[in-house]
């Protein structure tokens, strides 16, 4: 078995901190050295950094406490948000919120940024703050880690690397899969004659939202539905709130297998999403005050409104036609969904572009399924490899470029 010895991230990497220039001098920004934030880094999580928002001059760097990490340093986030990282795709600076690890000749860049990502807690565990946690560079120096050598280090890296790399290729099929298929339904539709959606509905029926536990139901317990219930094209019955004992609601409230659903309030690129329940919801769940049921007419029919209500021209109607003044929930009104503007053609067309619709969703939703199994897999194996409860032997060292 190859041997680790215990060592300290000071011990085997120099931790950097950041800085920001002074936003008075305009000749400090706008430069040519990339500068990143812990904003930023948060949203790319083990990613290869290569651009950045802002970028400050020399003299901006030279003026502050910002030093310029060479490539390959792994990017650490250290305030507000603790343990978030990254890889610098080339030079770079950061702001105060890191303590970025430029690696020594004993370990490489890739391995501590997966060591880091399968260690977060103890740099959480170590900050500090009564504002926000913050963990300094000598505590982030202290941290203990097992190095093993540098040819196992190779190894485990090859292997994280191929897990990735599936990973990335499932996320990247199951996004172009549903991108494919929205854009030939758009083109699909683009020459059919538009009517009021209220032409074709019999009803929009409301619900209430009564005191609840604030805990998602039981099985035995009865429940209403969050507005994150309703998603564009999935219905997600775990997102509701059990009912308080003896809580009555209304009839009209319960939602039922083929409902079509839509949200009257929510973010402004959230509000009028619409979804389908499936024939197996469970039962005991009831429409909040802010989801509605739309009831078609005989001649629309149901999956096809739910493809209809996610087209593009229909998605900037409902948007335009909600209001409110908070940038975190919009309202529609049911009026202004009966005017909305849907194309409509024949029955039997509806239901074949349904048809292909919920055909790629239902392969896209097996793809993230897999993906989902597969993320798993990878935190299981990042921590078995790193604890050494997996060693990998040489016939790994043929995957591996530069292995010894």
């Keep these: 078995m190859t041997e680790w010895v215990e060592t300290t991230l000071g011990d085997i990497a120099d931790v950097v901190g950041g800085g920001t220039p002074s936003t008075k001098q305009a000749n400090y920004w706008g430069g040519e050295v990339l500068w990143l934030t812990p904003g930023e880094l948060t949203k790319r999580e083990g990613e290869v950094i290569t651009s950045t928002d802002r970028t400050i001059s020399a003299a901006g760097l030279a003026a502050s406490s910002a030093k310029l990490l060479p490539k390959d340093a792994v990017l650490l986030t250290s305030r507000a948000t603790v343990g978030a990282v990254g890889l610098a795709g080339q ?14 000749d004993s370990v490489l860049p890739k391995f501590l940024l997966y060591w880091v990502q399968a260690n977060r807690s103890e740099f959480e565990g170590r900050a500090t703050g009564s504002t926000f946690p913050e963990i300094s560079g000598k505590k982030v120096r202290a941290i203990p880690i097992m190095l ?27 996004d172009s899969l549903e991108d494919v298929m929205k854009t030939l339904i758009e083109d699909a539709l683009a020459t059919q004659p538009r009517f009021e959606l209220g032409t074709y509905l019999h009803r929009i029926e409301g619900g209430r939202s009564p005191m609840t536990t604030g805990t998602p139901p039981s099985l035995l317990e009865q429940g209403v539905l969050k507005v994150s219930a309703v998603t564009p094209h999935r219905f997600v019955p775990e997102e509701a709130k059990a009912l308080l004992p003896d809580t009555v609601m209304p009839d009209v409230a319960i939602v039922r297998g083929g409902d079509v659903l839509i949200t009257r309030a929510n973010t402004p690129a959230r509000v009028g999403a619409v979804c389908r329940v499936p024939a197996d919801v469970r039962k005991g769940l009831f429409l909040c005050d802010k989801t509605l049921r739309m009831v078609p007419s005989e001649g629309l029919d149901p999956d096809y409104l739910v493809v209809a209500m996610g087209l593009a021209e229909t998605r900037k109607h409902l948007t335009g036609a909600a209001t409110g003044t908070s940038a975190s929930m919009f309202n529609i009104s049911q009026a202004k969904i009966h005017e909305t503007p849907i194309p409509v053609p024949d029955l039997a067309s509806q239901r074949q572009v349904a048809r292909m619709v919920l055909d790629a969703h239902e392969n896209s939703d097996g793809l993230r399924i897999q993906l989902a199994s597969l993320v798993r897999l990878r935190r299981g194996l990042v921590t078995a490899l790193l604890s050494q409860a997996i060693a990998l032997d040489k016939t790994v060292d043929c995957f591996v470029e530069g292995a010894a």
């Design 91 to 104: 030079p770079m600076a950061t702001n105060q919120g890191f303590q970025s690890l430029v690696a020594g």
């Design 148 to 174: 093993p050598s540098l040819i196992e280090q190779r190894r485990i890296v090859s292997v994280l690397d191929a897990v990735d790399c599936q990973i990335g290729a499932l996320a990247h099929e199951a």
